[in-house]
Protein backbone atom coordinates (compact mmCIF):
# COMPACT_ATOMS: atom_id res chain seq x y z
CA UNK A 1 0.00 0.00 0.00
CA UNK A 2 1.41 3.21 -1.11
CA UNK A 3 1.13 6.79 0.37
CA UNK A 4 -1.56 7.96 -2.46
CA UNK A 5 -3.86 4.68 -2.09
CA UNK A 6 -6.05 6.13 0.56
CA UNK A 7 -6.21 9.68 -1.42
CA UNK A 8 -6.69 7.22 -4.71
CA UNK A 9 -9.18 5.56 -3.09
CA UNK A 10 -11.15 8.27 -1.91
CA UNK A 11 -11.29 9.85 -5.47
CA UNK A 12 -12.68 6.50 -6.89
CA UNK A 13 -15.28 6.29 -4.40
CA UNK A 14 -16.50 10.21 -5.34
CA UNK A 15 -19.92 10.44 -7.27
CA UNK A 16 -19.65 12.69 -10.30
CA UNK A 17 -23.52 12.34 -11.27
CA UNK A 18 -26.01 12.53 -8.33
CA UNK A 19 -29.22 11.43 -8.79
CA UNK A 20 -32.48 12.94 -6.34
CA UNK A 21 -35.65 12.11 -5.49
CA UNK A 22 -38.55 13.38 -3.32
CA UNK A 23 -40.79 11.79 -0.67
CA UNK A 24 -43.88 11.72 -1.28
CA UNK A 25 -45.46 9.58 0.93
CA UNK A 26 -45.47 8.55 5.15
CA UNK A 27 -46.45 5.64 6.00
CA UNK A 28 -45.43 3.84 9.87
CA UNK A 29 -41.56 2.87 9.29
CA UNK A 30 -41.46 3.08 5.21
CA UNK A 31 -41.34 5.71 3.54
CA UNK A 32 -42.36 6.09 -0.46
CA UNK A 33 -39.97 8.35 -2.57
CA UNK A 34 -40.70 9.09 -6.65
CA UNK A 35 -37.93 10.08 -9.11
CA UNK A 36 -35.82 7.26 -8.33
CA UNK A 37 -37.81 4.35 -10.10
CA UNK A 38 -34.92 4.33 -13.40
CA UNK A 39 -31.89 3.89 -11.02
CA UNK A 40 -33.00 2.50 -8.14
CA UNK A 41 -32.46 -1.36 -6.90
CA UNK A 42 -33.34 -3.80 -4.20
CA UNK A 43 -30.90 -2.85 -1.43
CA UNK A 44 -29.47 0.17 -2.66
CA UNK A 45 -28.43 2.83 0.00
CA UNK A 46 -30.34 6.39 0.30
CA UNK A 47 -29.98 9.81 1.68
CA UNK A 48 -33.33 11.50 3.21
CA UNK A 49 -32.69 15.22 3.60
CA UNK A 50 -34.26 16.38 6.16
CA UNK A 51 -35.96 20.57 6.37
CA UNK A 52 -34.23 21.34 9.25
CA UNK A 53 -31.04 19.82 7.50
CA UNK A 54 -30.17 16.68 9.02
CA UNK A 55 -29.55 13.44 7.04
CA UNK A 56 -30.79 10.49 7.47
CA UNK A 57 -29.68 7.11 5.41
CA UNK A 58 -31.96 4.35 4.69
CA UNK A 59 -32.42 1.19 2.33
CA UNK A 60 -34.67 0.54 -0.83
CA UNK A 61 -36.79 -2.55 0.28
CA UNK A 62 -39.66 -2.37 -2.47
CA UNK A 63 -39.76 -1.60 -5.52
CA UNK A 64 -42.91 -0.01 -8.04
CA UNK A 65 -43.08 1.63 -11.35
CA UNK A 66 -43.01 5.06 -9.95
CA UNK A 67 -42.09 5.07 -6.63
CA UNK A 68 -39.81 2.78 -4.26
CA UNK A 69 -40.05 1.93 -0.36
CA UNK A 70 -37.27 2.90 1.94
CA UNK A 71 -36.86 1.52 5.56
CA UNK A 72 -34.96 4.73 7.41
CA UNK A 73 -32.09 3.91 9.39
CA UNK A 74 -33.26 5.80 12.40
CA UNK A 75 -37.20 7.19 13.77
CA UNK A 76 -38.51 9.35 10.49
CA UNK A 77 -39.34 12.55 13.38
CA UNK A 78 -38.69 15.23 11.50
CA UNK A 79 -39.57 13.65 7.93
CA UNK A 80 -41.91 15.49 5.60
CA UNK A 81 -43.51 15.26 2.13
CA UNK A 82 -40.96 16.76 -0.33
CA UNK A 83 -38.02 16.17 1.79
CA UNK A 84 -34.94 15.29 -0.92
CA UNK A 85 -34.06 11.77 -0.75
CA UNK A 86 -30.28 10.95 -2.74
CA UNK A 87 -29.20 7.53 -4.58
CA UNK A 88 -25.94 6.45 -3.01
CA UNK A 89 -26.20 3.18 -5.24
CA UNK A 90 -24.99 -0.17 -3.57
CA UNK A 91 -23.75 0.07 -0.47
CA UNK A 92 -20.60 -1.50 -0.15
CA UNK A 93 -16.76 -1.86 1.73
CA UNK A 94 -13.92 -1.18 0.62
CA UNK A 95 -11.27 -2.90 3.28
CA UNK A 96 -7.91 -2.84 3.54
CA UNK A 97 -4.52 -3.80 5.42
CA UNK A 98 -5.05 -1.03 8.19
CA UNK A 99 -8.35 -2.01 9.36
CA UNK A 100 -6.68 -4.89 11.47
CA UNK A 101 -7.00 -3.46 15.15
CA UNK A 102 -9.96 -1.01 14.39
CA UNK A 103 -13.34 -0.80 15.45
CA UNK A 104 -16.02 -0.44 12.86
CA UNK A 105 -19.62 0.14 12.05
CA UNK A 106 -21.48 -2.07 9.33
CA UNK A 107 -20.84 0.72 6.60
CA UNK A 108 -17.10 1.23 7.51
CA UNK A 109 -17.06 3.99 9.55
CA UNK A 110 -14.48 4.01 12.38
CA UNK A 111 -16.07 4.02 16.12
CA UNK A 112 -12.69 4.39 17.91
CA UNK A 113 -12.33 8.24 17.15
CA UNK A 114 -9.30 7.48 14.52
CA UNK A 115 -9.48 8.07 10.56
CA UNK A 116 -10.14 4.71 8.73
CA UNK A 117 -8.61 4.58 5.33
CA UNK A 118 -10.52 3.01 2.45
CA UNK A 119 -9.15 0.32 0.18
CA UNK A 120 -8.93 0.68 -3.44
CA UNK A 121 -11.18 -2.29 -4.34
CA UNK A 122 -15.23 -1.86 -3.45
CA UNK A 123 -16.98 -5.24 -2.02
CA UNK A 124 -20.25 -6.03 -2.34
CA UNK A 125 -21.90 -7.11 1.32
CA UNK A 126 -23.46 -9.97 -0.36
CA UNK A 127 -21.58 -12.16 -2.68
CA UNK A 128 -21.52 -16.02 -3.80
CA UNK A 129 -19.42 -18.50 -2.35
CA UNK A 130 -16.39 -20.43 -3.79
CA UNK A 131 -17.52 -22.73 -5.92
CA UNK A 132 -18.58 -26.40 -4.15
CA UNK A 133 -16.58 -28.06 -6.66
CA UNK A 134 -13.75 -26.42 -6.08
CA UNK A 135 -13.76 -25.93 -2.37
CA UNK A 136 -10.97 -27.12 -0.41
CA UNK A 137 -11.74 -29.76 2.25
CA UNK A 138 -11.49 -28.96 5.71
CA UNK A 139 -8.29 -28.81 6.87
CA UNK A 140 -5.85 -29.69 9.78
CA UNK A 141 -6.60 -29.43 13.84
CA UNK A 142 -6.62 -25.94 15.35
CA UNK A 143 -5.09 -25.31 18.55
CA UNK A 144 -7.97 -23.31 21.18
CA UNK A 145 -5.91 -23.20 24.13
CA UNK A 146 -8.90 -24.90 25.54
CA UNK A 147 -8.80 -28.59 26.77
CA UNK A 148 -12.40 -29.28 25.58
CA UNK A 149 -12.13 -27.67 21.87
CA UNK A 150 -8.26 -29.53 21.65
CA UNK A 151 -9.54 -32.71 22.28
CA UNK A 152 -13.28 -34.34 22.21
CA UNK A 153 -14.65 -30.88 19.96
CA UNK A 154 -11.68 -30.32 17.81
CA UNK A 155 -12.00 -27.28 15.63
CA UNK A 156 -10.18 -27.28 12.02
CA UNK A 157 -9.31 -25.33 9.52
CA UNK A 158 -12.08 -24.21 7.23
CA UNK A 159 -14.91 -25.56 10.04
CA UNK A 160 -18.02 -23.88 10.39
CA UNK A 161 -18.95 -24.06 14.22
CA UNK A 162 -22.45 -23.30 16.12
CA UNK A 163 -22.42 -22.27 19.71
CA UNK A 164 -25.61 -22.85 21.54
CA UNK A 165 -26.39 -20.83 24.32
CA UNK A 166 -28.98 -18.60 26.46
CA UNK A 167 -27.86 -15.42 27.88
CA UNK A 168 -25.82 -15.55 31.09
CA UNK A 169 -24.02 -18.07 30.52
CA UNK A 170 -20.53 -17.32 29.65
CA UNK A 171 -20.86 -16.95 25.50
CA UNK A 172 -19.55 -13.82 25.38
CA UNK A 173 -16.30 -15.29 27.59
CA UNK A 174 -15.51 -18.06 25.41
CA UNK A 175 -15.74 -15.91 22.04
CA UNK A 176 -13.25 -13.92 23.37
CA UNK A 177 -10.51 -16.97 24.09
CA UNK A 178 -11.03 -18.13 21.01
CA UNK A 179 -10.12 -14.67 19.50
CA UNK A 180 -7.09 -14.83 21.64
CA UNK A 181 -6.51 -18.51 21.03
CA UNK A 182 -7.03 -19.76 18.00
CA UNK A 183 -4.20 -20.31 15.46
CA UNK A 184 -5.23 -17.59 12.73
CA UNK A 185 -3.52 -14.74 10.97
CA UNK A 186 -6.65 -12.05 11.38
CA UNK A 187 -10.11 -12.52 13.53
CA UNK A 188 -12.99 -10.75 11.99
CA UNK A 189 -15.69 -10.04 15.31
CA UNK A 190 -19.44 -8.88 14.49
CA UNK A 191 -21.37 -8.04 17.57
CA UNK A 192 -24.97 -7.56 16.18
CA UNK A 193 -27.21 -5.89 18.70
CA UNK A 194 -24.69 -5.78 21.68
CA UNK A 195 -25.62 -3.34 24.14
CA UNK A 196 -23.74 -0.16 23.90
CA UNK A 197 -22.05 -0.38 27.57
CA UNK A 198 -20.54 -4.20 26.25
CA UNK A 199 -18.32 -2.98 23.70
CA UNK A 200 -15.88 -1.13 25.16
CA UNK A 201 -16.22 -4.19 27.99
CA UNK A 202 -15.90 -6.41 25.56
CA UNK A 203 -13.20 -4.84 23.07
CA UNK A 204 -10.29 -3.71 26.30
CA UNK A 205 -11.32 -6.75 28.70
CA UNK A 206 -12.49 -9.57 26.90
CA UNK A 207 -10.47 -9.53 23.66
CA UNK A 208 -7.58 -7.60 25.21
CA UNK A 209 -4.69 -5.29 23.49
CA UNK A 210 -3.37 -8.86 22.22
CA UNK A 211 -6.61 -10.19 20.91
CA UNK A 212 -7.41 -6.46 18.97
CA UNK A 213 -3.93 -6.13 17.50
CA UNK A 214 -5.09 -8.77 15.11
CA UNK A 215 -8.71 -7.77 14.82
CA UNK A 216 -11.65 -6.55 12.83
CA UNK A 217 -14.58 -5.74 14.93
CA UNK A 218 -17.54 -5.09 13.19
CA UNK A 219 -20.42 -3.89 15.86
CA UNK A 220 -24.31 -2.58 15.51
CA UNK A 221 -25.54 -1.90 18.64
CA UNK A 222 -28.89 -2.66 20.14
CA UNK A 223 -30.26 0.53 19.56
CA UNK A 224 -29.23 1.24 15.95
CA UNK A 225 -32.15 0.23 12.97
CA UNK A 226 -32.94 -3.05 11.85
CA UNK A 227 -30.43 -2.04 8.36
CA UNK A 228 -27.38 -1.53 10.41
CA UNK A 229 -28.06 -4.73 12.90
CA UNK A 230 -28.50 -7.27 10.11
CA UNK A 231 -25.70 -5.45 7.74
CA UNK A 232 -23.37 -5.78 10.41
CA UNK A 233 -23.02 -9.57 9.90
CA UNK A 234 -22.87 -9.36 6.36
CA UNK A 235 -20.26 -6.91 6.68
CA UNK A 236 -18.02 -8.51 8.95
CA UNK A 237 -18.36 -11.54 6.50
CA UNK A 238 -17.18 -9.08 3.63
CA UNK A 239 -14.42 -7.94 5.15
CA UNK A 240 -13.07 -11.06 6.09
CA UNK A 241 -13.45 -12.77 2.39
CA UNK A 242 -11.36 -9.61 1.81
CA UNK A 243 -8.24 -11.00 3.85
CA UNK A 244 -9.07 -14.72 2.68
CA UNK A 245 -8.92 -13.93 -0.88
CA UNK A 246 -5.48 -12.94 -0.23
CA UNK A 247 -4.82 -16.52 0.97
CA UNK A 248 -4.96 -16.24 4.46
CA UNK A 249 -6.90 -18.16 7.36
CA UNK A 250 -9.05 -16.11 8.67
CA UNK A 251 -11.45 -16.86 12.18
CA UNK A 252 -14.98 -15.22 12.11
CA UNK A 253 -16.54 -15.16 15.27
CA UNK A 254 -20.33 -13.43 15.01
CA UNK A 255 -22.44 -13.19 17.93
CA UNK A 256 -25.07 -13.37 17.32
CA UNK A 257 -27.28 -14.88 14.42
CA UNK A 258 -30.58 -14.48 16.56
CA UNK A 259 -30.17 -10.86 16.38
CA UNK A 260 -29.19 -11.54 12.56
CA UNK A 261 -32.29 -13.25 11.89
CA UNK A 262 -34.91 -10.59 13.89
CA UNK A 263 -33.27 -7.91 11.75
CA UNK A 264 -34.08 -9.51 8.92
CA UNK A 265 -37.73 -10.11 10.03
CA UNK A 266 -38.57 -6.39 11.00
CA UNK A 267 -36.82 -5.58 7.23
CA UNK A 268 -39.36 -8.13 5.55
CA UNK A 269 -42.22 -7.59 7.18
CA UNK A 270 -41.54 -3.92 6.42
CA UNK A 271 -40.94 -4.89 2.82
CA UNK A 272 -44.21 -6.55 3.02
CA UNK A 273 -43.23 -10.32 3.29
CA UNK A 274 -45.56 -12.37 5.79
CA UNK A 275 -44.73 -14.18 8.12
CA UNK A 276 -44.89 -17.91 9.19
CA UNK A 277 -42.03 -19.72 10.97
CA UNK A 278 -43.38 -18.04 14.15
CA UNK A 279 -42.74 -15.06 13.27
CA UNK A 280 -40.14 -14.99 10.61
CA UNK A 281 -40.52 -14.93 7.17
CA UNK A 282 -39.53 -17.62 4.89
CA UNK A 283 -36.80 -16.01 3.71
CA UNK A 284 -35.05 -16.26 6.94
CA UNK A 285 -33.89 -19.79 6.57
CA UNK A 286 -32.01 -18.75 3.03
CA UNK A 287 -30.90 -15.73 4.77
CA UNK A 288 -28.94 -17.38 7.28
CA UNK A 289 -27.92 -20.51 5.34
CA UNK A 290 -26.36 -17.98 2.59
CA UNK A 291 -24.63 -16.10 5.09
CA UNK A 292 -23.09 -19.58 6.57
CA UNK A 293 -22.30 -21.24 3.08
CA UNK A 294 -19.60 -17.82 2.66
CA UNK A 295 -17.31 -19.36 5.24
CA UNK A 296 -15.54 -22.27 5.03
CA UNK A 297 -12.63 -23.28 3.00
CA UNK A 298 -11.94 -21.25 0.13
CA UNK A 299 -11.24 -21.73 -3.82
CA UNK A 300 -8.11 -23.96 -3.68
CA UNK A 301 -7.45 -23.31 -8.01
CA UNK A 302 -7.83 -19.10 -7.14
CA UNK A 303 -5.55 -19.07 -4.36
CA UNK A 304 -7.83 -18.37 -1.20
CA UNK A 305 -7.33 -19.07 2.31
CA UNK A 306 -10.08 -20.30 4.27
CA UNK A 307 -12.66 -18.97 6.59
CA UNK A 308 -12.83 -20.81 10.06
CA UNK A 309 -16.33 -19.46 11.29
CA UNK A 310 -18.23 -19.57 15.32
CA UNK A 311 -21.90 -18.47 14.98
CA UNK A 312 -23.34 -17.98 18.32
CA UNK A 313 -27.55 -18.29 18.66
CA UNK A 314 -29.59 -17.53 21.69
CA UNK A 315 -31.97 -20.20 22.33
CA UNK A 316 -34.60 -19.08 24.76
CA UNK A 317 -35.24 -21.86 27.75
CA UNK A 318 -32.78 -24.17 25.63
CA UNK A 319 -34.86 -24.40 23.20
CA UNK A 320 -32.73 -26.27 19.84
CA UNK A 321 -35.49 -26.63 17.75
CA UNK A 322 -36.45 -23.15 17.57
CA UNK A 323 -36.62 -21.99 13.98
CA UNK A 324 -32.83 -19.83 14.01
CA UNK A 325 -30.99 -22.84 15.69
CA UNK A 326 -32.69 -25.82 13.71
CA UNK A 327 -32.08 -23.95 10.23
CA UNK A 328 -28.27 -23.08 11.49
CA UNK A 329 -27.26 -26.34 13.10
CA UNK A 330 -28.82 -27.81 9.69
CA UNK A 331 -25.37 -25.94 7.85
CA UNK A 332 -23.09 -25.97 9.97
CA UNK A 333 -20.17 -28.66 10.88
CA UNK A 334 -20.87 -29.20 14.41
CA UNK A 335 -22.25 -27.20 17.09
CA UNK A 336 -21.68 -26.60 21.04
CA UNK A 337 -24.24 -26.13 23.45
CA UNK A 338 -23.37 -24.48 26.93
CA UNK A 339 -25.60 -25.30 29.94
CA UNK A 340 -27.00 -22.88 32.27
CA UNK A 341 -27.38 -25.68 35.17
CA UNK A 342 -23.46 -26.19 34.62
CA UNK A 343 -22.22 -22.35 34.28
CA UNK A 344 -24.61 -21.77 37.93
CA UNK A 345 -22.06 -24.46 39.44
CA UNK A 346 -19.35 -22.23 38.24
CA UNK A 347 -17.92 -24.64 35.40
CA UNK A 348 -16.35 -22.37 32.44
CA UNK A 349 -16.90 -22.92 29.67
CA UNK A 350 -20.24 -24.46 30.24
CA UNK A 351 -20.03 -26.84 27.58
CA UNK A 352 -22.22 -29.82 27.65
CA UNK A 353 -20.47 -32.48 26.04
CA UNK A 354 -22.52 -34.81 25.65
CA UNK A 355 -24.93 -32.21 23.46
CA UNK A 356 -22.42 -30.94 21.45
CA UNK A 357 -20.41 -32.36 18.50
CA UNK A 358 -17.86 -31.64 16.06
CA UNK A 359 -18.27 -33.31 12.79
CA UNK A 360 -14.57 -33.29 12.07
CA UNK A 361 -14.09 -36.88 13.85
CA UNK A 362 -13.04 -38.87 13.59
CA UNK A 363 -11.15 -37.72 10.90
CA UNK A 364 -9.40 -34.57 13.20
CA UNK A 365 -8.22 -37.47 15.52
CA UNK A 366 -5.52 -40.06 15.42
CA UNK A 367 -6.74 -43.75 16.23
CA UNK A 368 -5.39 -43.50 19.63
CA UNK A 369 -6.92 -39.76 19.92
CA UNK A 370 -10.48 -41.30 18.79
CA UNK A 371 -10.05 -43.97 21.62
CA UNK A 372 -9.49 -41.77 24.04
CA UNK A 373 -12.47 -38.97 23.35
CA UNK A 374 -14.85 -42.27 23.10
CA UNK A 375 -13.86 -43.60 26.49
CA UNK A 376 -14.17 -39.92 28.19
CA UNK A 377 -17.75 -39.68 26.21
CA UNK A 378 -18.56 -42.95 27.52
CA UNK A 379 -17.75 -41.99 31.02
CA UNK A 380 -19.41 -38.80 31.14
CA UNK A 381 -22.64 -41.02 29.12
CA UNK A 382 -22.66 -43.44 32.33
CA UNK A 383 -22.69 -40.67 35.31
CA UNK A 384 -25.64 -38.69 33.74
CA UNK A 385 -27.30 -42.08 33.30
CA UNK A 386 -26.47 -42.75 36.76
CA UNK A 387 -26.43 -38.96 38.68
CA UNK A 388 -30.30 -38.94 40.20
CA UNK A 389 -29.47 -42.49 41.81
CA UNK A 390 -25.91 -41.44 43.06
CA UNK A 391 -27.51 -37.76 44.53
CA UNK A 392 -30.50 -39.60 45.80
CA UNK A 393 -27.86 -41.94 47.46
CA UNK A 394 -30.00 -45.40 45.94
CA UNK A 395 -26.96 -46.48 43.69
CA UNK A 396 -25.08 -48.79 45.37
CA UNK A 397 -21.27 -48.97 44.66
CA UNK A 398 -20.54 -52.10 42.90
CA UNK A 399 -23.35 -52.62 40.76
CA UNK A 400 -21.54 -51.55 37.26
CA UNK A 401 -18.12 -51.38 36.93
CA UNK A 402 -18.78 -48.68 34.18
CA UNK A 403 -20.69 -46.64 36.55
CA UNK A 404 -18.49 -46.69 39.80
CA UNK A 405 -15.11 -45.73 37.77
CA UNK A 406 -17.74 -43.22 36.13
CA UNK A 407 -18.43 -41.69 39.34
CA UNK A 408 -15.21 -41.64 40.73
CA UNK A 409 -13.61 -40.05 37.88
CA UNK A 410 -16.63 -37.57 36.71
CA UNK A 411 -14.56 -34.99 39.04
CA UNK A 412 -11.52 -34.97 37.42
CA UNK A 413 -13.41 -34.98 33.91
CA UNK A 414 -15.63 -32.46 34.76
CA UNK A 415 -12.60 -30.06 35.83
CA UNK A 416 -10.73 -30.93 32.96
CA UNK A 417 -13.80 -29.63 30.45
CA UNK A 418 -12.87 -26.40 32.30
CA UNK A 419 -9.41 -26.52 31.21
CA UNK A 420 -8.05 -23.19 29.54
CA UNK A 421 -4.34 -22.65 28.77
CA UNK A 422 -3.08 -25.88 27.43
CA UNK A 423 -0.08 -24.77 25.01
CA UNK A 424 -0.98 -27.11 22.46
CA UNK A 425 -3.34 -29.77 21.04
CA UNK A 426 -0.85 -32.66 22.43
CA UNK A 427 -0.47 -31.22 25.58
CA UNK A 428 -4.30 -31.39 26.39
CA UNK A 429 -4.43 -35.11 24.55
CA UNK A 430 -1.32 -35.94 27.66
CA UNK A 431 -3.44 -34.73 30.63
CA UNK A 432 -6.73 -36.34 29.18
CA UNK A 433 -4.56 -39.73 28.67
CA UNK A 434 -3.38 -39.34 32.47
CA UNK A 435 -6.76 -38.50 33.82
CA UNK A 436 -8.20 -41.69 31.88
CA UNK A 437 -4.95 -43.79 33.38
CA UNK A 438 -5.85 -42.96 36.96
Not at 45 to 56: D, F, T
Not at 254 to 277: M, P, Y
Not at 388 to 414: E, F
Request: proline share 6%.
Amino acid sequence: MTVFDPLLAEITAMQPVRRHGRLTRIAGGVVVAEGLSPWARLGDRVEIARQSGQVLGGEVVALGRDSVDVLPDGPGEGLAPGDRVQHLGVGGLAPCEAWIGRVIDPYGQPLDGRPLPRGLQLRAVRSPPPSAARRRRMGARLSTGIDAFNTMLPLVRGQRMGLFAGSGVGKTSLLGQMARGVEADVVVLALVGERGRELRDFVEDVLGAEGLARSVVVTATSDMSPLARRRAALSAMAVAEFFRDQGRHVLLLCDSITRFAEAHREIALAGGEAASLRGFPPSTAHQIMALAERAGPGDEDAGQGDITALFTVLVAGSDMEEPVADILRGVLDGHVVLDRAIAERGRFPAVDLLRSVSRSLPAAASPGENALITEARRLLGAYERAEMMVQAGLYATGSDPLTDRAIRLWPKLDAYLGGAGAATVADSFRRLQKLLEA
